[in-house]
């Protein structure tokens, strides 16, 4: 039986593994090398190998992180009982782990590498579990006229999902961080104003 602090290292070790896997990921995309990794997070290939056997279980962890991070956004904009000033929480705390993962952000959208993510790696429960609180957030916006209406919630729901991370992403290719946050955010607030 393992130890308490055998127990402890391990977790720790995967930690680090996680966050270099985030690092170097950002950094280099699909040219990431599990190598790379294991020297980012000052362990030996053998212990990335014991935590992560295949590049798949690595992306798959950083993924299953990264859509819990999105569980708690979607909470606090949620949270907020205005559903435009939710959206525009909701997207500026997005952008900000665009920014930190990007490369995993890449993976997920399939956005620069031109491949998508086996849908195994993001469960088809969760992502309608997203989906549906989004668009809950929007439909709440329609009903008091904070939201235009001449669209059905969902596609608006569908349209902030698919076009707000692409539009973040592209503008950091040239802009700084909080031009690209204020751009993204102002785009999403002029696309969903009623008119």
């Known amino acids: 039986m393992a130890s308490q602090s055998e127990r402890s290292d391990a977790r720790l070790n995967r930690e680090r593994l996680l966050a270099a896997a985030r690092e170097v990921l950002a950094e280099r995309g699909e040219a990431a090398e599990m190598r790379e990794i294991a020297e980012r997070a000052g362990v030996a290939v053998g212990t990335l190998y014991r935590h992560f056997p295949t590049r798949e279980a690595l992306v798959s962890a950083i993924i299953a992180e990264t859509l819990e991070e ?3 956004i979607i909470a606090e904009a949620e949270a907020n009982p205005y559903a435009i000033d939710a959206l525009r ?11 930190r993962g990007r490369g995993i952000f890449e993976l997920i959208t399939g956005m620069e590498l031109g491949v998508r993510v086996p ?7 969760l992502k309608r579990e997203l989906e549906a609180r989004v668009t809950r957030i929007v439909a ?4 008091r006229g904070e939201i235009r209406s001449d669209f059905p919630p969902p596609l608006l729901a569908a349209f902030c999902r698919a076009t707000i991370p692409f539009v973040f992403l592209h503008l950091r290719q040239e802009w700084p961080f909080e031009d690209a946050v204020r751009a993204s955010v102002a785009l999403l607030t002029d696309a969903l104003r009623p008119h």
């Not at 929480?89 to 920014?99: F, K, M, S, T, Y």
């Not at 849908?119 to 429960?125: G, K, N, R, S, V």
């Not at 709440?140 to 009903?143: A, D, I, K, N, Y």
């Open 140 to 143: 709440r916006g329609v009903e």
């Open 70 to 72: 999105v569980r708690g």
């Open 89 to 99: 929480h909701l997207v500026a705390r997005a952008c900000g782990l665009a920014e």
């Open 119 to 125: 849908d195994d790696l993001i469960p088809a429960e």
